[in-house]
């Protein structure tokens, strides 16, 4: 009795190192990030924005689409806060132009990339992507070198880039 | 399409916003193909079968009974596609205005085992043919680009051939096909249903991958239903192009009043959704082409629709301009931003053409390299359109001849690279070879169509067409120039050049 509680209770520890030192059971799915963002500029930036969020372990390839146009939602609502309170201290022509090219990212951009994920027509996706991603570069060069949203237009342009060569997988 | 009097234009429209998205079918009708008149959306999601979208579709007069347009519905949130009716509310309505999609026998077409069910669509005109009506719808098995063909003695209940017409690998999914009938003598249109000896067959593809159309020349063996190119026509990428520029989801149609087939494209825009947003629209369709088989039987030729002359107003001619490298010479008198060139260039010698590379084989690769700055020997020769005064911005349209081991290669440029001083635009390079025998001719012609921000090119009488759209900053309304220019060491003679101003039509 007592060797087979004690072989019982090995076992488990045993069970329990071994799966403790394992990766994440779900590895069909976490293939599918890993491959999908292997296929982009930004291998790290892709796995860590697609796993934050919720969903993202069981979506197919247009699901990760969809959870990137969002995390580019996320990005320009970082950006467009930015810019509200640059405009207050320190207004300039081209922080205004930086929110006219903000407002076409929320207004066009990201609509488009949505509705084309969801309905499946990858093409209109890439090209939402592609023109968030010149919108935030335009918003940087011009400041000509001094550019206070230089952290967010980096982060919009990644992100956005990421969304484009996933919409591009689809293709 | 033509009806009753109307010629009917239907296109993908955004009621909301100058992104593609709440996809209707817009419609707008008229009775010379260049003044317009918008009517209310013909198609729009209001049915099961198409609640998730109204993508494109095609359609067919069917003799005695009227109209009737095919069109892809997505079906699901799963992005289901399938092929779907409509008809006239009322015949009697000279605008067709209303359109009704009937429960019955509706959707026409859905996947069936072994097709992707998220890739089926664009169901192409009908053509009627040894008793039955037949058309093709896009799609594709992973890279293999397929048309899938179905039958139909009603025209409402179909059924899949065994067989797609044709696939090709490698290409992806094709989009928009189109196929029909071509004659091998003369610029005559067909109709959509005629086959013979005396005809070829055209079956054209917009690749998705690529964001353009390729055109393949071949045999429909109407006893098997399928579709066999000439073995001179490459199918896929390297294959010819109706134009090698902005030019997509395109569409040909039979008009019989005139007996020609005319091909619609549409060019989306280059510059910022930022832009787009600005000035409230995005997109335009390219000028109407007509359409018929070179007499050499290798490819098509495309020349804008004789309706446009309509708009020719002022005209400036010129003859007998001798060029030499450096020059360039302006047309005055016309408003250049708005107008319509024409003009024939001719060379003595051939002698001084600089070598061609062999692996040159991408066009635009190569017009990037050798832009209208860069002298040469037999060109660069052209035309320098939407050009501001001192030439800070200009669109150089032009040609340049190569020297290879047993031939001469001819390059159409329109080069966007120059265009604007905005650095937010797309500026490409676009560019095409041109298939002239330049033994029997020391000519080249070229006719471009300059409107703001379009210009669009007909190479050697439409043989290579490019179409560009441009932003310029300074070359806008009256402060455009059109210019024609040589930048090669062999003199140039412009033979003749007929330019107009050009009235402004009545659009959308």
Not at chain 2, 205 to 230: A, K, V, W
Not at chain 2, 416 to 441: C, H, I, M, N, Q
Not at chain 2, 463 to 489: C, M
Request: hydrophobic share 40%.
């Amino acid at each position: 009795m007592t060797n087979l509680k004690t072989t019982t209770t090995l076992f488990f520890f045993l069970f329990l190192i071994v799966m403790t030192s394992l990766p994440s059971i779900t590895l069909c799915d976490e293939k599918l990030i890993e491959s999908t963002c292997r296929q982009t500029p930004n291998f790290n930036l892709c796995v860590q924005s697609l796993k934050s969020f919720p969903g993202s372990a069981t979506a197919d390839v247009r699901g990760l689409g969809l959870i990137m146009v969002k995390v580019m939602q996320s990005k320009a609502n970082d950006a467009i806060n930015k810019i509200r309170e640059l405009q207050r201290s320190a207004p300039s022509p081209a922080l205004t132009s930086c929110a006219s090219k903000y407002n076409a990212i929320v207004v066009g951009d990201i609509p488009e990339a949505n509705e084309a994920f969801s309905k499946g027509m990858p093409k209109f996706a890439e090209n939402g992507a592609n023109d968030a991603a010149n919108e935030a570069t335009f918003c940087e060069n011009g400041f000509n070198g001094r550019s206070p949203l230089t952290q967010q237009n980096n982060a919009m342009r990644d992100v956005a880039a990421i969304t484009a060569a996933i919409a591009r997988q689809l293709l | 399409m033509h009806y009753n009097g109307y010629y009917h234009l239907f296109y993908q429209y955004n009621p909301k916003g100058s992104v593609w998205g709440n996809i209707v079918w817009a419609h707008s009708v008229s009775k010379d193909l260049i003044n317009w008149k918008a009517l209310e959306p013909a198609i729009y999601p209001s049915k099961p079968f198409d609640k998730f979208g109204c993508w494109s579709g095609s359609a067919t007069i069917i003799p005695g009974k009227g109209p009737v347009i095919l069109y892809t519905g997505i079906v699901d949130a799963n992005k289901t596609q399938v092929q779907c009716y409509a008809v006239p509310e009322d015949l009697s309505d000279p605008f067709l205005t209303k359109w009704i999609k009937p429960d019955e026998y509706n959707p026409i077409v859905v996947a069936g085992p072994g097709v992707n069910r998220t890739d089926f669509r664009d169901p192409t005109t009908a053509w009627f043919e040894d008793g039955h009506w037949k058309i093709l719808v896009g799609s594709r098995r992973k890279h293999r680009g397929i048309a899938y063909l179905y039958r139909s003695r009603d025209f409402k209940k179909w059924i899949r051939a065994k067989h797609p017409i044709h696939t090709a690998a490698g290409t992806g999914m094709w989009e928009c096909p189109d196929f029909y009938p071509v004659s091998m003598k003369g610029t005559m249109g067909l109709d959509t249903s005629v086959v013979g000896n005396h005809v070829k067959h055209v079956l054209k593809n917009s690749l998705d991958e690529t964001r353009f159309e390729y055109y393949t020349l071949g045999t429909y063996f109407t006893n098997i239903d399928r579709y066999i190119p000439d073995n001179t026509s490459v199918d896929g990428w390297g294959g010819l192009r109706y134009d090698y520029g902005n030019f997509y989801a395109s569409k040909s149609f039979f008009d019989p009043t005139m007996n020609r087939r005319i091909l619609w494209g549409w060019a989306n825009e280059s510059d910022t959704k930022e832009d787009d947003i600005h000035k409230g629209w995005a997109g335009i369709q390219a000028i109407p082409r007509t359409l018929w088989l070179d007499p050499g039987g290798r490819q098509l030729i495309q020349w804008p629709i004789e309706e446009l002359n309509s708009l020719r107003d002022k005209e400036v001619e010129m003859s007998n301009l001798k060029l030499v490298k450096g020059d360039y010479v302006e047309v005055k008198g016309i408003t250049a931003a708005q107008a319509d060139v024409e003009v024939t260039f001719s060379f003595s010698s051939l002698n001084e053409a600089e070598a061609f590379d062999l692996s040159w084989v991408n066009a635009e690769d190569l017009c990037g390299k050798k832009g209208s700055n860069i002298q040469g020997g037999v060109g660069p020769f052209g035309i320098l359109t939407l050009a501001s005064k001192n030439l800070e911005e200009f669109t150089p349209v032009f040609f340049r001849i190569f020297k290879a081991s047993n031939k001469h290669v001819v390059l159409l440029c329109s080069d966007a690279r120059s265009s604007s001083l905005k650095s937010e635009l797309y500026k490409p390079s676009f560019a095409g070879f041109v298939d002239v025998d330049l033994s029997t001719t020391k000519k080249l012609s070229l006719r471009s169509l300059i409107d703001h921000s379009v210009v669009e090119s007909f190479g050697a009488g439409g043989k290579t067409n490019i179409l560009s759209r441009v932003y310029p900053e300074l070359a806008v309304a009256d402060q455009a120039h059109l210019f024609v220019f040589n930048n090669g060491t062999v003199p140039i003679v412009v033979e003749n050049l007929r330019s107009w101003s050009m009235k402004s039509a009545v659009i959308n």
